[in-house]
């Protein structure tokens, strides 16, 4: 079936604008996660959705971004005021929760945030 | 508090020889380990996993993990180098007891293979 995928797969944008990442996740995984990968940083998780509960947003750097998940399913990461230092490929991943253990993310291709 | 160690960012080897990918963890209860592979401008790939069952893992293209609990270790091991396994490798942990968080992730290690 399909993965996890992510749109766009490149935006430049403007010091100071605002912008939307979307991500779609496999359909029926009731997790969706979204990371950050700076040059040199590593993978930095930002939000967690599961299901219908309140998200884990533990990650979140600062109060310029914000994410929602729509009926379960489609994710918009917003980043409003972009700053130079937002300049990473955010990723987002999906997992179907159903058990004890840490289930496996499936990450998609990531969108390569440019702010210039 | 989980953590975990990728010992080498950068590892190279000829292509046929042996690889070695060293990871160390740090968890309080018994861990849900990982290893992706990310190549250049793709995403990340789930590579195996380990969840408490065997502790030797296969994962795809030829990798296979071994969990030793008493060196807290989840090594990244191929018999035979490919040109096509030059990525970035990391080794994940993964918040466990019954909650469904987020990943921990190593800072990664690149592994180039030489002709």
């Known amino acids: 079936g399909a993965g996890v995928s992510q749109s766009p797969s490149n935006k430049v944008t403007e010091k100071g604008k605002d912008v939307e990442l979307r991500c779609d996740p496999i359909?029926?995984?009731?997790?969706l996660y979204w990371y950050r990968q700076s040059l040199g940083q590593g993978l930095e998780f930002l939000i967690y959705?599961?299901?219908?509960?309140?998200?884990?947003k533990s990650g979140l750097p600062s109060d310029r971004f914000s994410a929602e998940r729509t009926g379960g399913s489609v994710s918009t990461l917003t980043i409003q005021r972009t700053q130079q230092e937002d300049s990473a490929v955010y990723l987002c991943?999906?997992?179907?929760?159903?058990?004890?253990?840490?289930?496996?993310?499936?990450f998609g291709p990531g969108t390569r945030l440019t702010v210039l | 508090a989980q953590s975990v160690t990728q010992l080498d960012s950068h590892v190279s080897v000829s292509e046929g020889t042996p690889v070695l990918l060293r990871c160390n963890y740090s968890?309080?209860?018994?861990?849900?380990l990982f290893w992706y592979v990310q190549h250049p401008n793709k995403g990340l790939q789930l590579l195996l996993k380990?969840?408490?069952?065997?502790?030797l893992v296969k994962g795809i293209n030829g990798f296979e993990a071994e969990f030793k609990k008493s060196e807290t270790s989840f090594h990244l091991t191929k018999p035979s180098a490919h040109m096509s396994d030059a990525a970035e490798y990391f080794c994940?942990?993964?918040?466990?007891?019954?909650?469904?968080?987020?990943?921990?992730f190593g800072k990664g290690t690149k592994l180039s293979v030489k002709p």
């Open positions: 994940v942990v993964g918040l466990d007891g019954g909650s469904q968080g987020n990943l921990i």
């Open positions: 380990y969840t408490s069952a065997a502790t």
């Open positions: 359909s029926g995984h009731t997790a």
């Open positions: 959705f599961q299901g219908n509960s309140a998200p884990d």
């Open positions: 991943a999906s997992s179907f929760v159903g058990g004890p253990s840490t289930d496996t993310q499936y």
């Open positions: 968890s309080s209860y018994s861990p849900s």
